[in-house]
């Protein structure tokens, strides 16, 4: 079958990803704008020379870092209460991840638009409720403030000084991630925590479209392959306008895809790997690398297409989980392909010792297979270099 049309398409131009330093200073001025009303409540009793005013201005940025570990660790707290298994963590480039063998660190990259994230899992049985969702979006920016503002009231309260100065670098510093998070507003392909309660009180049905896609990875996690995946968290119906923003519509499209390629049902991915194909020029950058990973893998397993495989592999990079595993994979598809055996050998070596790393594990039982299929392929050389091994 002819897949010319289902190769990435042209990026517009004003989409492709590349440094906005009009947004980087924007934004900068917008969260030292936020910072500064923060701080002002106690600023306004200092006198600062200048080495006092840098290391407030120190304070403050190394602060930023620390509330967003205590904004995800509110995350999670609230996750787990409404109970929740963790999946993963980040923070900046750093991710702890829970694989086959447990919890796992490594330095994963700089995620576009978000510096820290908390993944956490509902029960595959759970009942969705409104109010847990909306306790889990409260639980970072509450957190942050809990902890700053009872510091920065204290630091008013004291005598000028050090600890003055370090108690409104950290105040300000949480209060104003706080209060920015709960600001509806959308930044590469995230949602604040503001969007989301917003999603949650005009659309939530729409909301627990998230619910529902967890709770699928929370059942390919407990084992289950996606062609097991029950029908009632994945219900039949119509695919989403390609050029939606509609939140948790990629990856409920990506499941599909995902259960139709492990049930075989090759029309039906196919029209899936078409609506990835329309949304690939509207989607933002942080969901780009999700989409050629499912594409490339599409392109080995349906397609069977070498140059479409080609096309999609390079870009689907820098996802924000470890996909070391399935990229090692579809490395060794191509190179066996262009004939390169030993190269594929290599690299099939190195995808298997990554899977462990895959962190569900009914992703794990379908990759394994996969794996399997190809060392089979592997092993079944050609007569003639059978015949000059043997020396005959």
Not at 264 to 288: F, I, K, L, Q, T
Not at 330 to 354: F, M, P, V, W
């Amino acid at each position: 079958m002819d897949s010319t049309a289902l190769h990435p398409p042209p990026l517009p131009p004003e989409s492709k990803p590349k440094t906005d330093w009009r947004s980087l200073i924007a934004n900068g001025l917008i969260y030292a704008a936020a910072g500064a009303a923060a701080g002002w409540l106690v600023m306004r009793h200092l006198e600062l020379d200048g080495l006092a005013a840098l290391g407030l201005f120190a304070v403050f940025m190394v602060s930023i870092w620390l509330h967003i570990l205590i904004h995800e660790a509110g995350h999670a707290i609230a996750g787990i209460a409404a109970g929740c298994k963790p999946l993963a963590f980040g923070v900046g480039p750093l991710r702890l991840e829970r694989g086959e063998g447990g919890w796992q660190l490594r330095w994963g990259g700089g995620i576009a638009g978000i510096g820290g994230f908390a993944m956490l899992l509902p029960p595959a049985d759970a009942v969705p409720r409104r109010r847990e969702q909306a306790l889990y979006l409260l639980g970072g920016p509450l957190s942050n403030l809990l902890v700053s503002v009872p510091v920065l009231l204290l630091a008013n309260a004291a005598t000028p000084g050090a600890w003055t100065i370090v108690g409104v670098g950290f105040g300000a510093a949480g209060v104003m991630l706080g209060l920015v998070n709960l600001v509806p507003f959308k930044t590469a392909g995230w949602l604040s925590d503001g969007a989301g309660l917003l999603l949650l009180l005009r659309d939530p049905e729409r909301a627990m479209d998230g619910f529902r896609v967890q709770q699928l990875i929370q059942a390919s996690m407990n084992g289950q392959r996606p062609r097991d995946w029950p029908l009632s968290l994945l219900p039949e119906r119509p695919l989403p306008a390609s050029d939606t923003d509609l939140p948790w519509a990629l990856a409920e499209v990506l499941m599909r895809l995902s259960s139709a390629i492990d049930r075989g049902e090759h029309a039906s991915a196919r029209v899936h790997a078409r609506w990835m194909v329309a949304h690939w020029p509207h989607a933002a950058p942080a969901e780009r690398p999700g989409i050629a990973l499912a594409m490339a893998v599409h392109a080995a397993l349906v397609e069977d297409d070498l140059d479409l495989l080609r096309a999609w592999r390079p870009l689907g990079s820098c996802n924000i989980l470890d996909q070391s595993c399935h990229e090692a994979w579809l490395d060794a598809e191509i190179a066996l392909r262009e004939g390169r055996e030993a190269e594929a050998r290599s690299l099939l070596a190195t995808a298997r010792s990554a899977l462990p790393r895959v962190l569900d594990g009914g992703t794990r039982a379908a990759v394994a297979e996969c794996l399997d299929a190809l060392d089979i392929r592997l092993l079944a050389e050609p007569i003639e270099s059978r015949f000059d091994d043997r020396g005959e």
